[in-house]
């Protein structure tokens, strides 16, 4: 709260000095080194990110950059980059909150004694612990998104860009995910651990997008009609286990009548295993049986197999569609 109640009395102060400014404008003529007055359209800017800060729903920090970014640019006031560096610092642009509170302990001189001990403390706690990343596009145009991937709470994301050659920014220790999108091109990922006091570097290679991967909106064409070559070898394969039934089935009824001729009303030659030749036809009877169940069944399935493949229609295919480039809008960070 106190570099919130800080923030907004940097504001406030700015504007009343530039008020002033304009007051004094009115009287006098001004001295050839004072600054350009502020224009309307600057104030605008400046006073929408106050409000921004001041939102009863909830401070918008990053809108608000924006807003005081264009406010600086239109006006190239000092006073403002007070109010950058602070919302940048908040925003973990710490890169760009260096920036901007150096240049503003340096150029602003009328700063509140216990505001400037407060923005030196600032400034140590992010020269010692801003990760420094130098990122290289091959296409220009690009924009780079940075995702800090935080050990508990929500991602972390800013926007770089658009990136012509090569940038180089401060960002918050931590896991970084940083990808470099261009319309028209594959999106670029790469991950990187960034450690306080580090230097990073990472150059991007965008290509066009791969066109043999499906889409959606997918076109549909015909293919050829389903082959018979399943159902033909699923019949085959049940004739053949009627047809090994029908052997076997032989064997067994050959030992049956077999054990009727030498064993005549029940009487065996003594030379004769009765059990043994039993026991064998037995097998028999039930090998026969089995070869008989499965190769029925397995003749019914590939003549029903065969019959829905020869009754339906060509089945679709699907066809990619011209690939779809991913594209980051129109956003900016300055307006």
Not at 300 to 321: D, F, I, Q
Not at 328 to 334: Q, S, T, Y
Request: hydrophobic residues 40%; charged residues 25%; contains cysteine.
């Amino acid at each position: 709260m106190r570099r919130i109640r800080r923030g907004v009395a940097v504001l406030a102060a700015a504007i009343v000095l530039s008020g002033s400014s304009f007051a004094a404008a009115q009287e006098e003529p001004p001295a050839p080194a004072s600054p350009p007055a502020i224009s309307d359209q600057a104030r605008q800017h400046f006073n929408a990110g106050v409000a921004l800060l001041q939102d009863p729903e909830g401070e918008k920090v990053e809108e608000a950059y924006r807003q005081f970014r264009t406010a600086y640019e239109l006006s190239g006031s000092p006073k403002i980059l007070g109010n950058m560096g602070f919302c940048a610092m908040r925003l973990e642009r710490d890169g760009e909150a260096i920036d901007a509170y150096s240049r503003y302990l340096r150029e602003v001189a009328d700063i509140d004694t216990e505001e400037r001990a407060q923005i030196v403390r600032d400034l140590q706690t992010l020269t010692v612990g801003v990760a420094r990343i130098t990122i290289e596009v091959n296409e220009p145009g690009a924009m780079i998104l940075d995702e800090r991937v935080p050990v508990r709470g929500a991602r972390v994301t800013n926007a770089y860009g658009p990136v012509n050659g090569k940038i180089e920014i401060g960002v918050r220790p931590g896991h970084h995910v940083f990808t470099a999108k261009l319309a028209g091109r594959e999106d670029a990922p790469w991950e990187v651990e960034a450690y306080a006091g580090g230097k990073e570097k990472h150059a991007f290679v965008l290509r066009e997008p791969s066109r043999a991967t499906p889409a959606s909106g997918m076109m549909t064409v015909r293919d050829e009609k389903p082959s018979m070559t399943g159902p033909i070898v699923t019949v085959s394969a049940g004739a053949a286990m009627l047809i090994a039934g029908g052997i076997t089935g032989i064997v067994a009824l050959n030992k049956t009548n077999d054990i009727a001729d030498r064993c005549k009303n029940d009487v065996c030659p003594r030379t004769f295993d009765l059990d043994g030749e039993r026991s064998s036809a037995r097998t028999f009877v039930g090998v026969t049986d089995l070869l008989v169940v499965l190769g029925t069944v397995t003749v019914l399935g590939g003549l029903y197999w065969g019959y829905r493949v020869s009754t339906s229609s060509p089945e679709p295919k699907a066809a990619p569609a011209p690939a779809k480039a991913s594209f980051l809008g129109d956003w900016r960070l300055a307006l």
